[in-house]
């Protein structure tokens, strides 16, 4: 009864508390973008603590006691403005404003790093500008103007960085390998042993707030560097929004065409994401590799319900895509806050590629093409993504906890069909029917707590554990010959039917840091940083084989329904099925990097500012394998442990209030991809493979910057750049040939390369060169690069029992480029900004970027080089909002549709036979997709 007497003489003060207020609201508009909404500006009452954020569009309420106040609008790189109000018990009065950067002096804004006003084009503009490390970023405001649908897309927006098919990003003509991920600063592992990092078109701009790419060392980023660290900020909740968004996408020559799809991903798990459990190695295999013949039942229940090898035809339909976005934020006493945040995103993609692809034999005659196949690839690729934040914060501690999971599927079904072998046959027909699938989890807690009460000493710490798998369960082939549109001829023995089941298990992955940081000096302007991060993981495979053996001869079937003639013959024991697993098919992989760093940012005056410090960091690595031989041999162990010492010094000069010079050196080191050093030989139906060297050695990378930047007003910015890099034992991708004819792709170690470039950029407002062109703006950036590799006369090779000897040098020319390396890249993109009414604004982008020829593959045994042709990449994006509940978004990608090619080079020393270089081609086709988006 006193509860209740209680709550309820709470309820009756609240109300009375209420009616004696009044209320402020109003809208907060950007004057330099066509007076737009500006969203998560700050809006305070003079003199008090009381004020709010303005929303997504740009609106905003505060309730107060009567009386006469003074309203300070403000955002970061733009004037501040005041207004004055008279507020009234019980009513609501509207203040309305609108900035503009006008001509603020950058030098007086600070800049925080959190909350989402730096999300903003302008707020990350000025904060590469304050920033001692070279960095640039790119956040939610940007991506979703360009209308960037994932992370790698965005940062292809950033100089110096391309795309390049489904191989992930290349920094500076770096490739994969070259690069590092964090995310909120923690490292993360790969959800691809292929891949160095999480491949980040996995990740939908909706969760990322912004992204950090470092092209420049600092002690604070791990020391495994040398192209960009990218560092992902997930989304911080301002304010609470629900919103959906639908999409769907057409693309010329793969929506609505005839389409082969897997039987088990025709399905509505299949279609969800979720099929793959029914592919799994058959459980009567066990956990151990044997050579285990089948039984009658065994082999029937190894292809019957839809785990065969037959296919469904049908038409691709249109590209989908769903997107949930719910945040809440909860202001509580004492000017504490607490928020959550839930994304939920789905996306699929059906894609046909079609082209050439061609592999060569060195002969004593000339090369010649082994196999020469017009190829058709079937590709149907989900993404399930979801990220659930929470966030309490107080004037002096900043707690989050982050959950992030990631699921992928590819399911591909690949016709190779023409010349196979070598052979004078030129109606080989191959198919591999393949699903990749992968799962990601990471948690991350986070924390930030100042000491002081005036902020001049910090900690901060964090951890993370996530788990990994990534699988291609029944990778399975058939070979044979194609005797007319919907019959093949073949027969069981000679590996024909093949089926493989590769598992990499992420068992576990920590990740930690802790920093103190103290501020010091004349007016706190400097600051010391002392801190530790680290991560370790711990990883196993499984790569098992089940292949036919024929008991009769050849067989005639259809080539999309081969399983009925395949469980008659089981029946009828013309066939029969065992496991062909060898000893190598387990290596286990544990790894560990520990550092401790010191970092001293130090201002000389009013003009420079220095930023030194140095990394401690110990790596290790155990490789743990058996060679050809019994299932019970003990493993064999290589091990890796190397202390790298990386000193780093970042100098800025302030030559004018707009402009700076920069300088940064520093000593790095980088590991291969998992995959490039993994002792397994991942075999491939045409005969072509890839085999890790489990002896690669880690890179030693020295780097050096200069750079000039001019910021004209808070949107602008003119920046010039030279770079350099001498890598000793650069880790580079290339051919060999085995016994077989078969092209293997394999890795080496160079001896040293060095890496010479040049970068600009600029942001420009058009009304420069005319007032009528002020709704417009232009990027632009490019990079000029010049590389060199020196070739060793001997290189390190290690044979089938692990006995390591040195040989002769493979390589066929002792001095050349980079492979990855392009000699130049251009991006660019035009922005015109225009309103049809105060409520309906709209951006049309047209964005560009293209990248030089480079070497896709050294060229060894005398053969030349493999080389990547440039390709041309248009965009067209139109984003509308069209009220305040409602916004379209509408994108035409790959204007163009170029020819993706990679050709044979014909300068070695043994010469390509062949009318045609063309080692492989196919085009992607024009994308149209349209995006409904609404805000509850």
């Known amino acids: 009864m006193k509860l209740k007497f209680l709550l309820f003489t709470l309820f009756i003060c609240v109300i009375g508390f209420s009616q ?526 089940v292949a036919s053996a024929s008991e009769s001869g050849g067989i005639s079937s259809s080539i999309n329904d081969i399983d009925p003639q395949i469980i008659n013959d089981i029946l009828a024991h013309k066939v029969t099925f065992n496991e062909s697993s060898n000893a190598t098919y387990k290596v286990k992989l544990d790894e560990m990097a520990n550092a401790g760093y010191a970092n001293l940012f130090w201002k000389f005056g009013e003009k420079l500012e220095a930023n030194a410090g140095i990394r401690f960091e110990n790596t290790t690595k155990e490789t743990h394998y058996r060679t050809l031989g019994t299932f019970d041999a003990d493993f064999k162990v290589l091990k890796y442990d190397n202390t790298y010492f990386l000193p780093s010094l970042n100098l800025k000069y302030l030559l004018t209030e707009t402009a700076n010079i920069r300088f940064a050196a520093s000593k790095t080191y980088s590991r291969p991809v998992i995959m490039e050093a993994f002792p397994i030989s991942y075999i491939n139906a045409d005969g072509t493979s890839t085999q890790g060297n489990s002896i690669l050695k880690n890179s030693d990378n020295y780097n050096a910057d200069l750079k000039y930047e001019l910021f004209p007003t808070a949107k602008e910015v003119f920046a010039i750049g030279l770079f350099g890099k001498h890598i000793i034992n650069p880790i580079e991708k290339t051919f060999v040939s085995n016994a077989t004819t078969g092209t293997i792709t394999t890795f080496l170690n160079s001896e040293s390369a060095n890496l010479f470039g040049l970068e600009a950029e600029f942001i420009l407002g058009l009304e420069r060169i005319d007032e009528s062109l002020g709704n417009f703006s232009w990027g632009f950036n490019a990079t000029l690069m010049s590389s060199k590799v020196s070739v060793s006369p001997t290189s390190e090779s290690i044979d089938e029992d692990g006995v390591i000897t040195d040989k002769p040098t493979i390589e066929t020319h002792q001095s050349r480029s980079l492979q990855g390396a392009s000699d130049w890249i251009v991006n660019s993109d035009l922005k015109y900004e225009f309103s049809f009414s105060n409520d309906w604004t709209n951006t049309i982008s047209l964005v560009y970027g293209v990248f030089g020829k480079r070497i896709f593959a050294v060229g060894t045994n005398g053969q030349d080089h493999t080389y990547e042709l440039p390709v041309q990449q248009l965009d067209f994006v139109w984003g509308s909002k069209i009220s305040e509940h409602f916004d379209v978004k509408f994108t035409a990608d790959n204007l163009l549709n170029p020819l993706r090619k990679l050709e044979f080079g014909n300068d070695g020393t043994i010469k390509v036979d062949e009318q045609s270089l063309l080692a492989s081609s196919y085009k992607k086709g024009i994308g149209f997709s349209l995006k409904l988006g609404y805000t509850f």
């Not at 992204?211 to 989304?235: E, L």
């Not at 798990?269 to 066990?286: I, K, V």
């Not at 920093?515 to 302007?525: S, V």
Request: zero cysteines; proline letters at 2%.
């Open 20 to 545: 004696n207020n009044g209320t402020i609201t109003g809208v907060l508009l950007d004057k330099d973008s066509n007076n737009q909404p500006l969203p998560f500006a700050n809006v305070v009452i003079k003199g008090t603590k009381i004020g709010a954020n303005t929303d997504i569009d740009g609106k905003y309420t505060i309730a107060i006691a009567p009386g006469s106040y003074t309203i300070q609008f403000s955002f970061v790189g733009y004037e501040s403005t005041e207004t004055q109000v008279t507020v009234k018990q019980n009513e609501t009065v509207e203040a309305n404003s609108s900035l503009g950067s006008g001509s603020y002096k950058l030098k007086d804004v600070v800049v925080k790093s959190n909350g989402g006003g730096r999300e903003k084009e302008t707020a990350l503009l000025l904060e590469q500008k304050q920033a001692v490390v070279i960095k640039q970023s790119i956040g939610a405001q940007e991506m979703s103007r360009k209308g960037v649908s994932d992370v790698e897309e965005g940062l292809t927006k950033i100089t110096g960085i391309t795309k390049v098919g489904s191989r992930g990003l290349f920094v500076r003509g770096l490739e994969d390998r070259y690069n590092n991920l964090l995310i909120n600063e923690l490292a993360a592992p790969t959800n691809n042993p292929f891949s160095k990092i999480v491949p980040l078109d996995l990740f939908p701009t909706n969760i990322v707030g912004t992204i950090d790419v470092y092209k420049t060392f600092n002690p604070n980023i791990y020391g495994d560097f040398a192209g960009g660290t990218f560092n992902i900020q997930t989304s911080k909740v301002n304010k609470s929004v629900t919103k959906l968004n639908l999409g769907f996408g057409y693309t010329t020559g793969n929506s609505l065409k005839e389409f082969l799809l897997s039987q088990d991903a025709e399905t509505p798990q299949g279609f969800w994401g979720f099929n793959g459990s029914e592919r799994e190695l058959p459980s009567f295999l066990g956990e151990k590799a044997t050579r285990k013949k089948f039984t009658t039942n065994q082999a029937l229940q190894s292809v019957s319900n839809d785990k065969g090898f037959s296919v469904i035809e049908q038409k691709s339909p249109l590209n989908t895509s769903i997107n949930l976005l719910h945040a809440e934020k909860f202001n509580l006493k004492n000017n504490n806050a607490f928020s959550y945040l839930l994304s939920l995103n789905y996306d699929n993609n059906f894609a046909v590629r079609e082209g050439v692809d061609r592999t060569i034999d060195l002969q004593t005659s000339g090369s010649k093409y082994v196999n020469n196949f017009i190829t058709t690839d079937y590709r149907f690729k989900t993404t399930n993504s979801a990220l659930i934040g929470l966030n309490f914060n107080t004037d002096r501690l900043k707690l989050s906890f982050n959950t992030m999971y990631i699921r992928t599927t590819l399911n591909s079904i690949k016709d190779q069909f023409g010349q196979s072998g070598g052979t004078a046959i030129q109606n080989t027909l191959i198919r591999t029917n393949q699903l990749d699938k992968s799962d990601y989890l990471n948690g991350q807690l986070l924390g930030e707590y100042s000491i002081t009460e005036d902020k001049n000493q910090t900690i901060k710490a964090g951890a993370s554990y996530a788990v990994t798998k990534y699988e291609q369960p029944d990778r399975k082939f058939f070979t044979g010959i194609k005797e007319s549109e919907d019959l093949i001829s073949t027969s069981y023995g000679g590996n024909n039917f093949l089926r493989q089941y590769l598992t990499v298990d992420g068992d576990s992955f920590y990740s930690a840091l802790a920093e103190y940081n103290l501020k010091f000096g004349n007016d706190k302007q400097n600051k010391l940083t002392i801190g530790y991060n680290g991560n370790a993981s711990s990883m196993e495979s499984s790569y098992r084989f």
